[in-house]
Each structure stands twice: as C-alpha cells, then as structure tokens.
C-alpha cells in the first residue's frame, strides 16, 4: 500500500502564498509521477499540477505562473508552491501518485482564500 499525507493548508487573504507538502510512505512506494489536484464544493475533482519522476512539470492553465510543483524523491515528498493566490483557488487540495494499474490519494487539506 502507499499512504500519502497531505499538510499545510489553511486560511490565507486573496494574494497571500502556501506551501502545501505531501508526504508519501509505504512498502510499496517507488518514485512515480505525482500530483495536486484540488476540489471546491459542487465542484468536480480537477488537475492543478502534475511533475514526473524526473521532475518534468506540468500546470492547469488557470495556476500557470502563480503556483510551481516540486519534488523532493530522497524525502518522498511532493510540493505545491501557491503565490498570489485568489478565491477561486479556495478547496480542497489532495495529492495523488500515479501507478500503472491505479491511483493513490491523499485525504485532502483545506486552502481557503478569502478576506
């Protein structure tokens, strides 16, 4: 199994910055492709970035240029860097590590954006 925790959410005024960290564990974690996604109330689930194994990155049009993905393998540990944050950024940010036969995700934490 791979267990993934998320943490550093919280309440932050509209262009205010997080860092959200996910730590992955296991017997079963290697290093894979691994992502943040996020989901607001009524909302679908969706993409906010995504990086591989080697650290190539990749950004949901609507963070491009205000949030940066990062990786840390020897820590097992994933990043979200979120700058110049707005209320539509407000949900809940979840982790994910991509496997070849199936997903894994974190429980969630909590970004609020409001004033």
């Known amino acids: 199994q791979v267990q993934l925790v998320e943490s550093g959410g919280g309440l932050v005024q509209p262009g205010g910055s997080l860092r959200l960290s996910c730590a992955a564990s296991?017997?079963?974690?290697?290093?894979?492709?691994m992502g943040w996604y996020r989901q607001a109330p009524g909302k679908q689930r969706e993409l906010v970035a995504t990086?591989?194994?080697?650290?190539?990155?990749n950004y949901a049009d609507s963070v491009k240029g205000r949030f940066t993905i990062s990786r840390d393998n020897a820590k097992n540990t994933v990043y979200l860097q979120m700058n110049s944050l707005k209320p539509e950024d407000t949900a809940v940010y979840y982790c994910?590590?991509?496997?070849?036969?199936?997903?894994?995700w974190g429980q969630g934490t909590q970004v609020t954006v409001s004033s």
């Open positions: 994910n590590a991509n496997y070849p036969m199936r997903d894994y």
């Open positions: 296991g017997s079963r974690f290697i290093v894979r492709p």
């Open positions: 990086i591989t194994r080697g650290g190539i990155t």
